[in-house]
C-alpha cells in the first residue's frame, strides 16, 4: 500500500505532493502535539548521504558548524551560505557507520545535492546520492515522543544531543533521528519507500499508549512558527545570526564559504536585524510590514492561528528597535514575546523584547 492511500485510510486530506494537510480534527491534533504526541509525514524534507574518506572535510569547508569532530551515531545542525553570507540551506549531518545523512528543508534535497557536486574539487573521497525518493521519513513530536521512540528501539543513547539510532521496526531496517525539538521531545524516522506504510501503521499502534496521532503539515507549522524555528520564509537573504540560528555556527573551526563576513559581525557584536517571535491579534498574510509609531522597523516572514485562537508569528526587525510596546502589521496589532531561535549572546544586552 502506498502512503498515499494509508494517510487517506487514516482519514488525511492531502496536498498535492501527498503530504497531509490535515487529519479533519486540527484541535484535536494540535492537544496531542502539545499534551501527548504527534507523528506527521516529512518526507518531502531531502535526505541526501555522502560517502567516501572526505566526507567531513567537505562539509566542514562546505558549512558553517565544525563536523570533522562528529562522533558515530551523533547528528549536528550547520547551514550553508554564499560567499557574502547569505543562507543556501540549513540540514541536520548524522554520523552512520559508513555515511553521513543530511536531512534538508523541504523540498530543497535536488538543489542542496547539486550545489555540493558542483564543489567537489579534484582528490576529494566525496560520492553524494540523493536518496529523497528512495526513502520515506516520519516525525514524531510532543511531551510523549521520547516515549514513543524509546518504545520503538529500547536502547537508545540517553544523551541531550542530536543522534541517530539505526533499528528495526515491524522487521524492516529503519534509523531513529533525534532533532532539535519544537514541542516536547522530536524524532524523526527513515525508512526505505517500499516499507513506509508498514512502518508507519506500526509506529502508530506502537504509540498508543502514549496518545500517538497522526497530525498534518498545518499543525506542524503553527508548532514550528510557535517554537521560533526559522524556516524558508525566514532565510531569505538572511545571515544566519540574524535569525536565531548562532548555536549553528562554530567560530573557531577555521575557513568556510562566508565565513569571514560571519566572523566579522560576531567579532564586532552588531547585527542590522533579528528575528523575534510575535503574537498577533489577527491573521495576516506574510510577507509584511512591521510597523512602530507608523515607520517599518521590518517584516512579518511567518504567520499561523492555532486552533486555540492564538496567532503567532515570526519576524524579522531592526535590531536597534524598540520591542517592548505594541506594534501594527497590517490589521493586527502585535507583542513581541521574545527572541526566536539562539541569537547572538551580545544582542541580550542591547535588547530585551517583551516576555509576556
Not at 327 to 354: K, M, R, W
Request: hydrophobic share 40%.
Amino acid at each position: 500500500m502506498s502512503m498515499r492511500e494509508t494517510h487517506l485510510r487514516h482519514g488525511a486530506t492531502l496536498a498535492g505532493d501527498g503530504i497531509p494537510l490535515h487529519y479533519a480534527d486540527q484541535t484535536r491534533e494540535y492537544d496531542h502535539a502539545l499534551n501527548q504526541a504527534v507523528i506527521l509525514d516529512r518526507s518531502h524534507q531531502g535526505r541526501i548521504r555522502l560517502i567516501g574518506q572526505k566526507r567531513a572535510d567537505f562539509l566542514n569547508r562546505m558549512s558553517t558548524n565544525k563536523l570533522v569532530d562528529l562522533n558515530a551515531y551523533e547528528g549536528r545542525p550547520t547551514i550553508f551560505t554564499t560567499d557574502n553570507a547569505r543562507i543556501i540551506d540549513r540540514v541536520v549531518v548524522y554520523a552512520l557507520d559508513d555515511a553521513f545523512l543530511l536531512v534538508t528543508e523541504p523540498g530543497r534535497a535536488s538543489a542542496v545535492a547539486q550545489y555540493l557536486q558542483r564543489h567537489i574539487f579534484f582528490g576529494d573521497d566525496v560520492q553524494i546520492t540523493d536518496i529523497t525518493e528512495q526513502t520515506a521519513m516520519f516525525g514524531l513530536h510532543g511531551p510523549n515522543a521520547d516515549t514513543v521512540a524509546t518504545d520503538l528501539a529500547a536502547d537508545i543513547p540517553q544523551t541531550e544531543g542530536l543522534l541517530a539510532k539505526p533499528t528495526s521496526i515491524s522487521g524492516q531496517d529503519v534509523t531513529l533521528l533525534k532533532n532539535k525539538p519544537l514541542v516536547g521531545g522530536h524524532w524523526q524516522i527513515v525508512c526505505n519507500i517500499d516499507d513506509a506504510s508498514a512502518v508507519y501503521d506500526h509506529i502508530l499502534e506502537a504509540g498508543k499508549a502514549s496518545g500517538l496521532s497522526p497530525a498534518g503539515s498545518l499543525t506542524y507549522n503553527v508548532l514550528r512558527i510557535r517554537a521560533g524555528q526559522p524556516a524558508a520564509p525566514e532565510f531569505a537573504n538572511a545571515i544566519p545570526l540574524e535569525i536565531g540560528l548562532y548555536d549553528e555556527v562554530s567560530f573557531n573551526k577555521g575557513c568556510y564559504t562566508g565565513q569571514e563576513i560571519i566572523a566579522r559581525m560576531d567579532s564586532r557584536e552588531r547585527i542590522a536585524r533579528v528575528l523575534v517571535r510575535l503574537q498577533l491579534s489577527e491573521a495576516q498574510a506574510a510577507p509584511l510590514d512591521i510597523l512602530s509609531d507608523g515607520q517599518k522597523i521590518g517584516t512579518l516572514t511567518s504567520c499561523a492561528q492555532a486552533p486555540d485562537g492564538i496567532i503567532y508569528g515570526l519576524g524579522v526587525v531592526k535590531s536597534s528597535s524598540d520591542l517592548t510596546g505594541s506594534l501594527s502589521i497590517g490589521e493586527a496589532n502585535a507583542n513581541v514575546l521574545g527572541y526566536a531561535g539562539t541569537p547572538p549572546p551580545f544582542l541580550q544586552v542591547d535588547t530585551q523584547p517583551s516576555t509576556s
